[in-house]
């Protein structure tokens, strides 16, 4: 074969791979041709023909021509008319309304919302109104003066007073019941010298728990952690105090971990407590000193506090330790604790020794076991937010108050422990 039929045959080709000179082998073979590559010797002729050859095999087997030559020959299918669309489909995305990470909701039909046929009324029957009637109770311990709690009382030995005005009472009860107590502990960094008593009053406060009462394990620092919920498993409870290895912050949120607890505490029935062990140091709380004590009085539920440190606050302070400002701290904690257990009707307890502290336990066991719970439907209903305060007496058959004689025919001294009063609810309650 010539030069010129070479030539000819090459400049051909071209021609025909033109309009796809896009390709990078055709673009190849268009420049061989193009600078007379194929008539400049033996040796680059001999090349050419390699080249030429593989060029024809990529021309032959490329995928370009056979999408082009399907586009020419393959027709759209013609949408058909009548069929209907998916609208509400997506058309990308998780199937089955499940994806990687989130669930998609399905998109459920709507349905036409169900006619109601109103009642037939009767116009000559009368209106009737309905009026709600709000009931206050009030935890109450009698106790003579050698801390013996008088029992048998009944409803006709209780008169209240609110705001001066006698009520009338709707019921006492006066059965013994589990209790229901909330262990709210304070497990913080602040007083690290605290810890070991704080430690030993909650395990043995559990260990003298019946096995019907229920307890739950609260913590706090900075926030409250419910570390136990109510259970009658003390393993349990055990095992929530043994998940306290170290505390995690300096710091001691005392009001706003009590608030939340009276709050949880509000809509549980029967003989309940709150049993608050804690230095009674509040850092930086939401929650001012004055909202909390609106919330004890509001509240039914008693607090009874366990203050530490005692012993230790001693003994630094006999050494020079603790100067004039901590000490005032000090006090100040001890009587935020006694207030807090005065106006819930709980009782407060300032331990010094380790020996005082089953004598603590027995005392709060026995006053919620041996507590009368009165309740009565005052005579003011206005929702004013008011603060009404409660007086608890006991009366003989005549009115007057009550005498108890002993034995000997001699008088008893007794006293009448309950909370100071509550405020009454707001319109928007």
Same mark, same amino acid.
């Given at each position: 074969?010539?030069?010129?039929?070479? #030539?000819?045959?090459?400049?051909e080709e071209?021609?025909?791979?033109?309009?796809?000179?896009?390709?990078?082998?055709?673009?190849?073979l268009a420049?061989l041709?193009?600078k007379?590559?194929?008539?400049r010797?033996?040796?680059r002729?001999?090349?050419?023909?390699?080249?030429?050859?593989?060029?024809?095999? $990529?021309?032959?087997?490329?995928p370009?021509?056979?999408q082009?030559?399907? /586009?020419?020959t393959?027709?759209?299918?013609?949408?058909?008319?009548?069929?209907?669309k998916?609208?509400?489909?997506?058309?990308?995305?998780?199937?089955?309304? @499940?994806?990687?990470?989130?669930?998609v909701?399905?998109?459920?039909?709507?349905r036409?919302?169900?006619?109601?046929?109103?009642?037939?009324?009767?116009?000559d029957?009368?209106?009737?109104?309905r009026?709600e009637?709000? &009931?206050?109770?009030?935890?109450v311990?009698?106790?003579?003066?050698?801390g013996?709690?008088?029992?048998? %009382?009944?409803?006709?030995?209780?008169?209240?007073?609110?705001?001066?005005? @006698?009520? /009338?009472?709707?019921r006492?009860e006066a059965?013994?019941?589990?209790?229901?107590?909330?262990?709210?502990m304070?497990?913080?960094?602040?007083?690290?010298?605290f810890?070991? =008593?704080?430690l030993q009053?909650?395990?043995?406060?559990?260990?003298?728990?019946?096995?019907?009462?229920w @307890?739950a394990v609260?913590?706090?620092?900075?926030?409250?952690?419910i570390?136990?919920?109510?259970?009658?498993?003390?393993?349990?409870a055990?095992?929530?105090l043994?998940?306290?290895?170290?505390?995690?912050?300096s710091?001691?949120?005392?009001?706003?971990?009590?608030?939340?607890?009276?709050?949880r505490m509000?809509?549980?029935?029967g003989?309940?407590?709150?049993?608050l062990?804690?230095s009674?140091?509040?850092?930086?709380?939401?929650?001012?000193?004055?909202?909390t %004590?609106?919330?004890?009085?509001? $509240?039914?539920?008693?607090?009874?506090?366990?203050g530490?440190?005692?012993?230790?606050?001693?003994?630094?302070?006999?050494?020079?330790y603790?100067?004039?400002? /901590?000490?005032?701290?000090?006090? =100040?904690?001890?009587? #935020?604790?006694r207030?807090?257990?005065?106006?819930?009707?709980?009782?407060?307890?300032?331990?010094?020794?380790?020996?005082?502290?089953?004598?603590i336990?027995?005392?709060?066991?026995?006053? &919620?076991r041996?507590e009368?719970t009165?309740?009565?439907?005052?005579?003011?209903?206005?929702r004013?937010?008011?603060?009404?305060?409660i007086?608890?007496?006991?009366?003989?058959?005549?009115?007057?108050?009550l005498?108890?004689?002993?034995?000997?025919?001699k008088?008893?001294?007794?006293?009448?422990?309950?909370?100071e009063?509550?405020?009454?609810?707001?319109? @928007?309650?």
């Amino acid at each position: 074969m010539t030069k010129e039929r070479i #030539q000819c045959n090459m400049e051909e080709e071209l021609v025909r791979i033109m309009p796809y000179s896009h390709h990078p082998l055709r673009c190849a073979l268009a420049y061989l041709v193009q600078k007379n590559y194929f008539g400049r010797g033996h040796m680059r002729r001999e090349m050419a023909g390699i080249v030429l050859f593989f060029v024809w095999v $990529s021309l032959l087997g490329s995928p370009l021509s056979a999408q082009y030559s399907e /586009q020419e020959t393959t027709a759209q299918p013609a949408e058909q008319p009548n069929e209907p669309k998916g609208a509400n489909i997506p058309e990308s995305g998780p199937k089955r309304g @499940v994806g990687e990470t989130v669930i998609v909701p399905r998109q459920q039909p709507t349905r036409p919302p169900a006619t109601q046929k109103r009642p037939e009324t009767n116009r000559d029957e009368p209106v009737r109104f309905r009026t709600e009637v709000e &009931l206050v109770t009030v935890s109450v311990v009698v106790q003579d003066d050698k801390g013996i709690f008088l029992s048998g %009382l009944g409803k006709q030995n209780f008169r209240i007073q609110e705001d001066g005005v @006698v009520q /009338q009472i709707q019921r006492v009860e006066a059965a013994e019941a589990p209790m229901t107590v909330a262990l709210l502990m304070e497990f913080s960094d602040l007083y690290w010298q605290f810890l070991y =008593q704080t430690l030993q009053a909650s395990y043995g406060f559990i260990n003298s728990l019946q096995p019907d009462d229920w @307890v739950a394990v609260i913590v706090f620092d900075m926030k409250p952690i419910i570390m136990l919920d109510f259970t009658r498993n003390k393993a349990a409870a055990f095992d929530a105090l043994n998940q306290l290895s170290s505390p995690g912050f300096s710091e001691s949120n005392l009001f706003d971990a009590l608030t939340d607890t009276l709050k949880r505490m509000e809509d549980i029935e029967g003989k309940k407590s709150i049993v608050l062990i804690s230095s009674g140091v509040d850092t930086f709380s939401r929650t001012r000193y004055d909202q909390t %004590l609106k919330l004890v009085q509001t $509240s039914s539920t008693p607090i009874y506090a366990i203050g530490t440190g005692q012993a230790v606050r001693e003994y630094y302070d006999a050494r020079g330790y603790i100067g004039d400002i /901590q000490r005032m701290n000090f006090l =100040q904690a001890d009587n #935020q604790l006694r207030s807090f257990a005065k106006l819930s009707g709980g009782r407060s307890y300032f331990p010094r020794f380790e020996g005082q502290f089953p004598s603590i336990y027995a005392d709060i066991a026995a006053t &919620l076991r041996n507590e009368y719970t009165i309740a009565y439907s005052p005579t003011n209903q206005a929702r004013d937010g008011k603060f009404r305060k409660i007086k608890v007496e006991l009366v003989g058959p005549d009115g007057q108050p009550l005498k108890i004689l002993n034995e000997k025919g001699k008088e008893i001294k007794y006293k009448v422990q309950a909370r100071e009063g509550y405020y009454a609810p707001r319109p @928007v309650e």
